[in-house]
């Protein structure tokens, strides 16, 4: 159970587990700062966040 709890990029602990897109080719979970910085790579340009208030 130990590698679940962590990034597979930054080895950070994470709560909450997100699924990485087929297309980056990364087997395991991501953390929220690793996951957005993925799909910021993968999406390039200006965008605009929404429900930042939220956070």
Avoid: A, Q
Avoid at 13 to 39: N, T, V
């Amino acid at each position: 159970m130990g590698t679940k709890n962590k990034c597979v990029i930054c080895s950070e602990k994470i709560e909450f587990h997100y699924k990485s897109m087929y297309e980056w080719k990364i087997e395991g979970s991501l953390c929220g700062k690793c996951y957005s910085k993925k799909l910021s790579d993968h999406y390039p340009g200006e965008h605009v966040r929404v429900n930042k208030h939220l956070d």
